[in-house]
């Protein structure tokens, strides 16, 4: 029963924080079967794999310095940052670079980063709460809930969004340094981000030391909130600027491009379809929407979209038109 309620509270407020990432990409979602394999990645390969690097290279400290202490505040601050950041970073590496076609915007390097992070977490997570009832019983469960899932249960994501920033920079980049140090910026950032977190969790006791570290973590997760935000709204000045063409060749009627730049009447317009038995078409619109705008953008700045997905996009548009509500 204590492993099945570690498990249960590891996994499910994770599935829950993932939900709410996908919902903030408000007008050009990302593939579900993807997102469920970032995830997948971040629950068997990241965590697996840094439960095992991270305990090796942690023994080989504590045989060479033969003091838990340092081994363990070595293992926080330096090893653990470096090896768990590589881990899930590579999984957002291996979409930027295979499924470029699906990496369009900062909102998705966010998506993409957030979702392994928190699949991470769940492993994680499962694991610490777990240990809490075994060193103090069931209220070293309960305590261990409410920090790693109340407390810092977005911290995870957090740290490896920096790197989907750093990649989806790049990916919106034709040329210049930029284009080439955002990546390795991001990552860093990630890096050191997740190591200045813990140091501090090491080197602070006391619920005074807790409070003061919480009181930073959520500062950090206020302000990419409002990054999000103007993400979002990035987004929909994009939709904004290149669905008007679509517009003006009346492919899509006016109450459909007013729609389809509002996440709102978005929302109403689908929640609507439900009851008309039109929401399978009317939900595939507006994504094709998102995706047509954002391969214009691309074509405008960077020149790497191609001509005959853009046609594609707008033959369906033309298809789904008649049959989407606004």
């Not at 997948?40 to 290279?57: D, E, R, S």
């Amino acid at each position: 029963m204590p492993f099945l309620t570690s498990l249960f509270f590891g996994f499910t407020p994770m599935f829950l924080f993932a939900y709410i990432l996908y919902w903030t990409d408000r007008y050009e979602r990302e593939p579900k079967i993807l997102l469920g394999a970032v995830f997948f990645w971040g629950v068997a390969i990241a965590a697996g794999g840094a439960y095992i690097v991270n305990t090796a290279l942690g023994m080989g400290i504590y045989i060479f310095t033969g003091s838990e202490i340092a081994t363990d505040f070595t293992t926080a601050t330096l090893i653990a940052p470096v090896v768990e950041e590589s881990l899930k970073g590579l999984a957002v590496l291996i979409v930027f670079l295979v499924f470029r076609r699906e990496f369009d915007s900062i909102i998705d390097g966010i998506v993409y980063a957030g979702i392994v992070a928190l699949g991470f977490a769940a492993t994680e997570n499962t694991l610490y709460i777990y240990r809490g009832f075994q060193d103090n019983s069931w209220q070293g469960l309960w305590f261990l809930v409410f920090v790693r899932v109340i407390l810092v249960g977005w911290q995870h994501p957090f740290y490896t969004a920096f790197t989907g920033i750093g990649l989806a920079i790049t990916r919106l980049r034709r040329s210049g340094c930029v284009k080439y140090l955002a990546p390795l910026i991001g990552f860093g950032t990630a890096m050191f981000m997740h190591a200045f977190h813990n140091g501090l969790a090491s080197t602070l006791n006391g619920i005074g030391g807790l409070a003061f570290g919480s009181f930073l973590d959520w500062t950090g997760w206020f302000f990419m909130f409002l990054f999000i935000l103007w993400a979002v709204s990035k987004d929909r000045n994009l939709l904004k600027k290149h669905l008007k063409e679509e517009y003006q060749l009346e492919l899509i009627t006016a109450p459909q491009y007013h729609t389809a730049v509002s996440a709102w009447k978005q929302t109403s317009a689908r929640m609507r379809a439900l009851s008309s038995g039109k929401y399978k078409s009317t939900k595939r619109f507006y994504q094709v929407c998102g995706e047509l705008a954002h391969k214009k953008e691309q074509l405008e700045t960077v020149g790497d979209a191609n001509l005959s997905v853009i046609e594609a996009y707008r033959a369906e548009l033309v298809e789904l038109k008649g049959k989407a509500l606004s």
